[in-house]
């Protein structure tokens, strides 16, 4: 199992656990160049409060080996013109490195924030997935560019705007997914799926996978490399009194997944749909401080990984090895002590 981080880094969780708080740009080099040094595979960027291809330029640079990645940059708000060039520039920049990760958004977002109409994600990200590759094909092989589709008719490539081939013209795509309509999408263009955290393991293999294999056979595709990066729950600390406290945080953020009914079938899968529904009205009426104690043990199991530091990386591997190629963890750094204790237990997941 491949082990990958988000941004930022520094002195604070490497895991990206504090949505409240923008990464700093002038520390991404640095931060990158940590995640090197403690052997990570890939460093990881979400679309929040920055730019995640700016953010993956820095980390580009100032990095040699590290493997670089969106998870996820927004796609339909870019043209896939847009897109295309950007992870065209990023693959040139760092050498074959870069890995595009793509989510759809929902619809709210994608008409009141981003001011677009909205369109049924799946056939929508399909096109825009092929649109990107056909783009990267003229560029690379010259071939005639003739995208004709529901939402992108794009046949114009003149030489000023055309960069030309590269030496790693293959960027792999993965998209994020939650419902089975994207995991087939994904089979049949992508090659890889970024679970949301609250899918559960059993989830990805008897829900999603069967699914993205579904979307394989559509196509005629090959599933030999294709990816699944999760991005797990985990409460994890170096004694059980700190644990404690990472575990109330957890069972929170189940609480607040539970009563999101984009997740919904996540829950549903394990038979808690009375739960989502009762969590989905706490919500609506702001109710937040109530709605970690409808998370018993029991549930907590089913959707986070829960240990010290001294057994959270088998826990992980026992978990996610059979379903995960590529997972995301880390513990807060703030000294070096957490340096060497971050690097130890990437070595014994990746010796598992």
Same mark, same amino acid.
């Given at each position: 199992?491949?082990?990958?981080?988000?941004?930022?880094?520094?002195?604070?969780?490497?895991?990206?656990?504090?949505?409240?708080?923008?990464?700093?740009?002038?520390?991404?080099?640095?931060?990158?160049?940590?995640?090197?040094?403690?052997?990570?595979?890939?460093?990881?960027?979400?679309?929040?409060?920055?730019?995640?291809?700016?953010?993956?330029?820095?980390?580009?640079?100032?990095?040699?080996?590290?493997?670089?990645?969106?998870?996820?940059?927004?796609?339909?708000?870019?043209?896939?013109?847009?897109?295309?060039?950007?992870?065209?520039?990023?693959?040139?920049?760092?050498?074959?490195?870069?890995?595009?990760?793509?989510?759809?958004?929902?619809?709210?977002?994608?008409?009141?924030?981003?001011?677009?109409?909205?369109?049924?994600?799946?056939?929508?990200?399909?096109?825009?997935?092929?649109?990107?590759?056909?783009?990267?094909?003229?560029?690379?092989?010259?071939?005639?560019?003739?995208?004709?589709?529901?939402?992108?008719?794009?046949?114009?490539?003149?030489?000023?705007?055309?960069?030309?081939?590269?030496?790693?013209?293959?960027?792999?795509?993965?998209?994020?997914?939650?419902n089975t309509v994207l995991c087939q999408v994904a089979g049949e263009?992508?090659?890889?799926?970024?679970?949301?955290?609250?899918?559960?393991?059993?989830?990805?293999?008897?829900?999603?996978?069967?699914?993205?294999?579904?979307?394989?056979?559509?196509?005629?595709?090959?599933?030999?490399?294709?990816?699944?990066?999760?991005?797990? &729950?985990? @409460? !994890?600390?170096?004694?059980?009194?700190?644990?404690? =406290? #990472?575990? $109330? +945080?957890?069972?929170?953020? %189940? /609480?607040?997944?539970?009563?999101?009914?984009?997740?919904?079938?996540?829950?549903?899968?394990?038979?808690?749909?009375?739960?989502?529904?009762?969590?989905?009205?706490?919500?609506?009426?702001?109710?937040?401080?109530?709605?970690?104690?409808?998370?018993?043990?029991?549930?907590?199991? &089913?959707? @986070? !990984?829960?240990?010290?530091?001294?057994?959270?990386? =088998? #826990?992980? $591997? +026992?978990?996610?090895?059979? %379903? /995960?190629?590529?997972?995301?963890?880390?513990?807060?750094?703030?000294?070096?002590?957490?340096?060497?204790?971050?690097?130890?237990?990437?070595?014994?997941?990746?010796?598992?």
């Amino acid at each position: 199992m491949k082990i990958e981080t988000l941004l930022p880094l520094g002195k604070v969780d490497p895991g990206l656990r504090q949505p409240e708080k923008a990464l700093e740009i002038a520390q991404v080099a640095a931060d990158a160049k940590i995640v090197e040094d403690l052997g990570y595979d890939a460093l990881m960027v979400e679309e929040t409060k920055v730019d995640p291809f700016i953010v993956m330029a820095l980390a580009a640079q100032a990095t040699t080996k590290l493997g670089l990645g969106t998870a996820v940059a927004i796609a339909f708000p870019r043209s896939p013109t847009v897109t295309a060039m950007s992870a065209w520039t990023l693959s040139k920049l760092s050498g074959g490195r870069f890995t595009l990760g793509l989510g759809t958004q929902v619809k709210g977002h994608i008409e009141r924030r981003y001011g677009m109409n909205w369109s049924a994600a799946g056939p929508w990200i399909r096109e825009y997935v092929s649109a990107v590759r056909a783009i990267w094909d003229c560029w690379q092989n010259g071939t005639e560019l003739d995208i004709k589709g529901e939402h992108y008719n794009i046949n114009l490539m003149v030489p000023l705007f055309n960069p030309g081939p590269i030496e790693h013209p293959h960027i792999p795509i993965h998209l994020a997914a939650v419902n089975t309509v994207l995991c087939q999408v994904a089979g049949e263009v992508a090659d890889g799926i970024r679970p949301h955290p609250v899918c559960s393991a059993e989830y990805i293999e008897k829900v999603m996978l069967p699914a993205v294999r579904e979307g394989a056979e559509k196509s005629g595709r090959d599933l030999k490399d294709f990816k699944v990066s999760i991005k797990p &729950l985990i @409460a !994890t600390a170096a004694d059980e009194e700190a644990l404690q =406290k #990472k575990i $109330v +945080d957890v069972r929170a953020r %189940v /609480a607040f997944y539970a009563s999101t009914p984009a997740y919904a079938a996540a829950f549903e899968f394990h038979g808690l749909s009375d739960l989502a529904s009762r969590l989905k009205i706490l919500s609506k009426e702001q109710r937040w401080e109530e709605m970690p104690a409808f998370i018993d043990d029991d549930v907590l199991d &089913l959707f @986070a !990984t829960v240990g010290t530091f001294d057994v959270i990386g =088998k #826990k992980l $591997v +026992d978990r996610y090895g059979k %379903v /995960a190629t590529n997972a995301e963890f880390s513990i807060p750094i703030a000294n070096e002590q957490d340096m060497e204790t971050m690097r130890d237990l990437i070595r014994k997941i990746h010796a598992s």
